[in-house]
């Protein structure tokens, strides 16, 4: 029933060598890279805050976004599970979909 959760249940491997830094972490290099969505949105945040002010709010979305992007994938890539490939892909959907929705005139509608 919960066998989605266990490691290596996804059917997707080919970033590199599973387990070759820690036991306890797949894809070592694609997980510790992740930790770029951690950093980068809230300096984007600081950086576009008066475009933020000028034009909306709704920007910072797009940031949020992204670390919850990090954190999937973090998650995906140390253990390979099939939930952890469901959860970045979403993730990246979610981006996706508020860039549209960030971007596209209302007008147009």
Excluded: K
Excluded at 31 to 59: E, K, W
């Amino acid at each position: 029933m919960w066998s989605h959760l266990d490691r290596g249940s996804s059917p997707i491997d080919w970033c590199e060598e599973n387990y070759t830094f820690s036991p306890h972490i797949a894809e070592f290099i694609n997980t510790v890279s992740n930790i770029l969505f951690f950093v980068m949105p809230p300096f984007l945040m600081h950086l576009h805050r008066d475009y933020a002010r000028h034009c909306g709010q709704g920007i910072h979305i797009i940031w949020v976004l992204l670390i919850v992007v990090g954190a999937c994938s973090a998650y995906f890539h140390a253990t390979l599970s099939l939930l952890g490939q469901l959860l970045d892909e979403l993730a990246i959907l979610w981006v996706v979909a508020a860039c549209y929705w960030l971007w596209y005139p209302v007008s147009s509608l």
